[in-house]
């Protein structure tokens, strides 16, 4: 049987992700869909980590000179203003179960002693050369065949999705999210609200 496997933040859950899956997926049950959860990143877990904290790993990536890798968690800081639970919730409204994990090579990990017919990993285009680049780390790059979805050629984006929501743009959120999530509108402007509120506090 032929397995199908995506890694993501999906902050929010766009119908680029979706049409990814469907393009590629005729039942559900063969996805494993792997969230890079909000618990493992730094700043991260809704007030879990304090301004002295965020400060400490700047100030220590800066004079060890990891300048990339500061930017890198300055992007991770602001990029996850949704915590795990609500992002969840979202594929289940699809039926589509998930599971939460480190990063992307945790995942892939998972893969290594697999044995069945066929493996593929689904990404975006913008995310192609990364997960290859794992693969080969992995030294699993030649059991697993990486298929692109469209959504990002198409200009969707959850930076996108973020930016009407930060401007409380409910008819750019209803073009960009997963369409069955759209309820969850005042979700999203709560905790963006909730999580702005505390990274003023820290920053």
Known sequence: MKQYFTIG???PFTIGHLSMIDENVSEYENISVYIIANSFIPKANHKKATKEQIKNAIEYLESNGQIEMKYSYIHDIISHPFDDELTKQQFSNYNIDVTFVKDAYEAISKYKDIKCEKLYMLCGNDRLNTYKKILERQNI???IDVLI???RKNGISGTE???AIIK???KTFCSII?????YLYND??????EYTDYLKKLI
């Open 149 to 151: 979805g469209s959504g």
């Open 141 to 143: 790059a030649d059991k």
């Open 178 to 182: 997963a369409p069955k999530n759209a």
């Open 168 to 170: 409380d743009d409910y």
């Open 9 to 11: 933040r999906f902050q």
């Open 161 to 163: 999705l973020r930016n």
């Open 188 to 193: 999203f402007l709560i905790q963006y609200k």
